[in-house]
T-cell receptor, first 117, second 115 residues
């Protein structure tokens, strides 16, 4: 079964600083990988996704992530954080299903981002 | 604005009540999902419908009863819930095509409190 580890429960950065959120996955083949963001009491919004091809993917709100197969990682980065980026971030892995089935998303535990002015 | 709409946004119910959560999407997606999210935890999958048929039930107690009346609608019927069922219930949809796992589009959730 697939699994996702987000080692950092809580990260605090200053506004304007760079950001990297870590994500490691466990899956026997090439997975689908996603980063979602959730503001308090809200649903999840997709930031970016990796299916295949270029291992550096660009997302919304200035985020990017790099898929590194050798490290089983999919870390999220942003060069300059804005106060509005404060939220909880979830990494997720989806299974490449076949036949009549489809994949399920398995989420990491989440990383809460606090941004100081 | 989310393209997956959930109602109600907040629901308070007693343990003997019967209520329903509703979800609607108009993106032509053929897979719809119910997730449960407790505070400070990631979403956990409950049910998946594919082409209006229940395809996955993650061993959810029978006091939760899903229904997919058509390709755009997904309901979650609630009966005899327990206080520990209080959570944010998220609906999601995806293209759900055979052999493809697309990204999930989530609604804003229904915050359920069971007294």
């Amino acid at each position: 079964a697939q699994s996702v580890t987000q080692p950092d429960i809580h990260i605090t950065v200053s506004e304007g600083a760079s950001l990297e959120l870590r994500c490691n996955y466990s899956y026997g083949a090439t997975p689908y990988l996603f980063w979602y963001v959730q503001s308090p009491g809200q649903g999840l919004q997709l930031l970016l996704k990796y299916f295949s091809g270029d291992t550096l993917v660009q997302g919304i709100k200035g985020f990017e992530a790099e898929f590194k197969r050798s490290q089983s990682s999919f870390n999220l980065r942003k060069p300059s954080v804005h106060w509005s980026d404060a939220a909880e971030y979830f990494c997720a892995v989806g299974v490449r299903a076949g036949g009549t089935s489809y994949g399920k998303l398995t989420f990491g535990q989440g990383t809460i981002l606090t941004v100081h002015p | 604005d989310t393209e997956v709409t959930q109602t109600p946004k907040h629901l308070v119910m007693g343990m003997t009540n019967k209520k329903s959560l509703k979800c609607e999407q108009h993106m032509g997606h053929r897979a719809m999902y119910w997730y449960k999210q407790k505070a400070k935890k990631p979403p956990e999958l409950m049910f998946v419908y594919s082409y209006e048929k229940l395809s996955i039930n993650e061993s959810v107690p029978s006091r939760f009863s899903p229904e997919c009346p058509n390709s755009s609608l997904l309901n979650l019927h609630l009966h005899a819930l327990q206080p520990e069922d209080s959570a944010l219930y998220l609906c999601a949809s995806s293209q759900g095509l055979q052999g493809y796992t697309g990204e999930l589009f989530f609604g804003e959730g229904s915050r359920l409190t069971v007294l």
